[in-house]
């Protein structure tokens, strides 16, 4: 079993669709990073998260430390928000290494 | 200046080449991370710089060779590569590498390498 699972592992939506792609992680964090990379491309940080909720336009990225649980949505989606969706963790460690998830894949038709 | 640049974009080597993958932010961050992502799969670690010193190697062969010559810069030189080498490398930076805040890694754009 992997330290972090994400799912789904692929997903399909209609544009205006609102989306969720959840995180769980099974190892002490001390921070939790959603990425976006689009295909080819580099990698985009999204939010970083310790605790609670960040927003930041359409997206939003909750976490429960407690259940080690993470959601990424995101609202009105778009066929720009087409990319892969990477959650990764930052364990308890002093050297800041990410342990990644596999990735979702969003595809968003419009 | 908040971003990570990553030179060249694209490389193509033969497996007897000697080439050098070049990274640089000027964030003022003080960790900077080596990272190979093959496709359709999530990066994997290669090798940590703090305050220019080699931090982490995740046991990578000899024929990548790190090299953080100043804060804001980091090289990773090839040579003797393999095909299978052939992935892309992304480059991140972080302010440090303590917990929680200051481990936000910001991600270059990636060099994608092809091994001949």
């Known amino acids: 079993k992997n330290e972090v699972e994400q799912s789904p592992q692929n997903l399909t939506a209609q544009e205006g669709e609102f989306i969720t792609i959840n995180c769980s992680y099974s190892?002490?964090?001390?921070?939790l990073h959603w990425l976006q990379q689009h295909p080819g491309g580099g990698i985009v940080s999204l939010f970083m998260?310790?605790?609670g909720k960040k927003k930041h336009g359409r997206l939003i990225a909750t976490i429960n430390i407690q259940e080690k649980h993470s959601s990424l949505h995101i609202t009105a989606s778009h066929p720009r928000d087409s990319a892969v969706y990477i959650c990764?963790?930052?364990?308890?460690?002093?050297?800041?290494?990410?342990?990644f998830g596999q990735g979702t894949i969003l595809t968003v038709h419009p | 200046d908040t971003e990570v640049t990553q030179t060249p974009k694209h490389l193509v080597m033969g497996m007897t080449n000697k080439k050098s993958l070049k990274c640089e932010q000027h964030?003022?961050?003080?960790?900077m991370y080596w990272y190979k992502q093959k496709a359709k799969k999530p990066p994997e670690l290669m090798f940590v710089?703090?305050?220019?010193?080699?931090?982490i190697n995740e046991s990578v062969p000899s024929r990548f060779s790190p090299e953080c010559p100043n804060s804001s810069l980091l090289n990773l030189h090839l040579h003797a590569l393999q095909p299978e080498d052939s992935a892309l490398y992304l480059c991140?930076?972080?302010?440090?590498?303590?917990?929680?805040?200051?481990?936000?890694?910001?991600f270059g754009p990636g060099t994608r390498l092809t091994v001949l």
């Open positions: 991140a930076s972080s302010p440090g590498l303590a917990r929680s805040s200051y481990n936000e890694q910001f």
């Open positions: 190892v002490g964090i001390s921070a």
């Open positions: 998260l310790s605790s």
């Open positions: 990764a963790v930052a364990g308890g460690t002093s050297y800041g290494k990410l342990t």
């Open positions: 964030m003022g961050h003080r960790a």
């Open positions: 710089y703090s305050y220019e010193k080699l931090s």
